[in-house]
């Protein structure tokens, strides 16, 4: 069998419609969950809560593929997400009692959503790319960047050869800023 990386969108979705294997969705969920979890990020600004909606987009998702024939997977799951946003927005809105204090502080908060903050929008962004790395690369990029810890303590910690450990890091560095591209890309 291929590997799944080598399969289009449509080819994925196919096999998934007709053999039901979650592997399928699961390369469509390594392909976007990011920028998915940037456009949540971007309309509840709360990490804990753009990471449940990504779940809940996905498990959507997962249903509709069964009824809808999708031609253009990334613009498909764009516009679903952003239903999903705007309904959990709303809900949230119908759910508070409006006050004159409530108001001003929805005109503050949409005030604040214009000028988004960019550095925290990225390291929400890069700390959720980070997940998305394999499991050395992840281990060797937290260790050296976040911990700052140099190349032979991350070889002592992880018990990988130092050889090993350069590489997982100069390659979690170059999947970091594809995937932190591609997410911010697919937002402007």
Do not use: P
């Not at 990386?5 to 390594?30: P, Q, V």
């Not at 249903?63 to 999903?84: A, C, D, G, M, P």
């Not at 700390?127 to 998305?132: G, L, P, T």
């Amino acid at each position: 069998m291929k590997q799944l990386t080598t399969f289009s969108d449509t080819s994925l979705i196919k096999l998934y419609k007709s053999e039901r294997n979650a592997e399928y969705i699961g390369e469509l969920y390594k392909r976007y969950a990011l920028s998915v979890f940037g456009l949540c990020y971007k309309y509840l600004r709360d990490e804990q809560q753009s990471k449940d909606a990504v779940s809940e987009i996905f498990e959507l998702i997962l249903q509709k593929l069964k009824t809808q024939e999708i031609s253009y997977f990334r613009s498909w799951i764009y516009i679903v997400s952003k239903n999903h946003l705007i309904r959990l927005k709303s809900r949230s809105v119908n759910n508070e009692t409006l006050s004159l204090e409530n108001i001003s502080e929805k005109f503050m908060e949409n005030e604040m959503d214009l000028s988004l903050n960019i550095k925290e929008y990225k390291d929400k962004l890069l700390e959720f790319a980070i997940k998305q790395l394999n499991l050395e690369q992840r281990n060797c990029i937290e260790l050296f960047y976040l911990k700052q810890k140099n190349y032979q303590e991350v070889s002592s910690i992880t018990g990988y050869d130092l050889g090993k450990v350069k590489s997982y890091i100069q390659n979690g560095k170059r999947n970091l800023k594809l995937l932190m591209e591609a997410a911010i890309q697919k937002h402007e």
